[in-house]
């Protein structure tokens, strides 16, 4: 038998006890570069409509930031939308963004906020602490607030859970249909930034959205598409097109940075530099562009050079000056 025979032991323990339930209470976190959300929306139909609209939308998270000394993880979000003309029995298709906004999850207080450059004020999307009849914090456009119906505990990519499934208030307890939930981490099921909930209507119009996938890393929930959510938008390629490097400051002081216009933060990109001849003097690989490279090279001018994985990316003339 183990005697605790000090206040310090007894302290230690008890602070340890704290701490691990602590850990415990925190939020499961997936919001790492790569992260996706796919989402269907379909308008109700009635009789004599001319036409019913539907979108696919794809939420992807690429890069991080500070505004107002809060740390951010970047969202870019792009719509395919479908008009379908029932006259015609045609379809037509068009795209939209991509859309920039800003996410944070607080694993701590577990709740998950959004911050946008239109309304220039976080908001609060998911609040994992709630309960059972508990009003969640954001609202469906033709209903009232909704409200925790009931919890469900599980695993989603091998971090313990909970999953939220909401009803409108107006309906009794139990009633809540298994498409309107949300999941600790993941956020809502009827819209990451917006709620459209799955609803009995009995009129055109109201749209109702339903998650179609969400993935972090290799893992996947719903687990039925497989090995990956589907991609239809190319956010990554539309956030980086148009991209223009240059180097800073030029002329340089012994080194110099790394500049981009994208949106997307660049990864192992190599640099080289080549005098005047065209031979390569200096080869790097820098990560991102907080990296100073400082090539050690005589005072003169020079060929810069980018490329990624694709291929040369960027050029220019560089002169460099030797304290």
């Known amino acids: 038998m183990i005697r605790l025979n000090s206040r310090k032991q007894i302290l230690l323990i008890i602070s340890l006890m704290i701490n691990l339930s602590a850990a415990r209470a925190q939020s499961p976190y997936f919001l790492q570069d790569g992260t996706k959300w796919m989402y269907y929306t379909r308008e109700s139909t009635e009789p004599g409509m001319s036409s019913i609209r539907s979108y696919l939308e794809e939420s992807i998270v690429l890069g991080d930031t500070i505004i107002n000394s809060i740390n951010y993880k970047k969202l870019f979000t792009r719509k395919e939308d479908q008009v379908y003309i029932p006259m015609f029995g045609t379809t037509q298709y068009s795209y939209s963004g991509p859309y920039l906004y800003y996410l944070r999850h607080d694993t701590l207080n577990r709740k998950m906020f959004l911050f946008s450059d239109t309304s220039l004020v976080e908001v609060l999307l998911s609040d994992f602490n709630l309960n059972i ?191």
């Open 133 to 323: 009849g508990d009003t969640i914090p954001v609202r469906a456009p033709f209903s009232g607030p909704w409200v925790i119906d009931s919890t469900e505990q599980l695993t989603l990519f091998g971090q313990a859970s909970t999953k939220f499934y909401i009803r409108d208030p107006n309906f009794p307890s139990g009633s809540a249909m298994v498409d309107n939930y949300f999941i600790e981490g993941m956020g809502g099921s009827n819209g990451l930034i917006y709620f459209n909930p799955v609803e009995i209507v009995l009129s055109g119009g109201i749209f109702m959205t339903r998650l179609q996938c969400f993935q972090s890393g290799d893992s996947i929930y719903p687990n039925y598409f497989g090995a990956a959510c589907p991609q239809f938008t190319g956010i990554v390629d539309n956030a980086t097109k148009n991209v223009n490097y240059t180097v800073f400051p030029n002329p340089a002081s012994e080194g110099f940075f790394i500049q981009t216009n994208s949106l997307v933060p660049f990864k192992n990109l190599k640099v080289e530099l080549l005098d005047l001849s065209g031979r390569v003097i200096f080869k790097d690989e820098i990560i991102s562009s907080s990296d100073y490279i400082r090539p050690n090279v005589n005072s003169g001018f020079y060929l810069w050079k980018v490329f990624d994985a694709h291929g040369l990316k960027g050029q220019g003339k560089l002169f460099i000056k030797q304290n």
